[in-house]
């Protein structure tokens, strides 16, 4: 199994920019298909989205496209992901995910803690 952290989560103010990393231990970082998911306050959990193992592939959700960038890096067992143009409505907390699978929105057997971010008007 793989275990991952999140950090780089924060407060920051609409149209400003975070970088959250998820470092994984455990089973090989590459052996595994890489998502951001979030969770808003009074919401379900949403997918954001996901790198397949390779990093070759990427695929981002609607409220997102355009603004977040997912990305890995195999060698350091990190993903990441690049928030840029902030609005209040990203304010959540986001979980890194980890599957053998490609992750869905169904979800994925492997999670972070999360970290919190807070987006100010």
């Known amino acids: 199994q793989v275990q991952l952290v999140e950090s780089g989560g924060g407060l920051v103010q609409a149209g400003g920019s975070l970088r959250l990393s998820c470092a994984a231990s455990?089973?090989?970082?590459?052996?595994?298909?890489m998502g951001w998911f979030r969770q808003r306050p009074g919401r379900e959990r949403e997918l954001l989205a996901t790198?397949?193992?390779?990093?070759?592939?990427?695929v981002y959700l609607d409220p997102v496209k355009g603004r977040f960038t997912i990305s890995r890096d195999n060698a350091k067992n990190t993903l990441y992901l690049q928030m840029n143009s902030l609005k209040p409505e990203d304010t959540a907390v986001y979980y890194c995910?980890?599957?053998?699978?490609?992750?869905?929105?169904?979800?994925?057997?492997?999670w972070g803690q999360g970290t919190q971010v807070t987006v100010s008007s």
């Open positions: 455990g089973r090989s970082f590459s052996d595994y298909h």
């Open positions: 995910a980890a599957d053998r699978m490609v992750i869905s929105s169904r979800g994925a057997t492997y």
């Open positions: 790198v397949t193992w390779s990093g070759s592939e990427t």
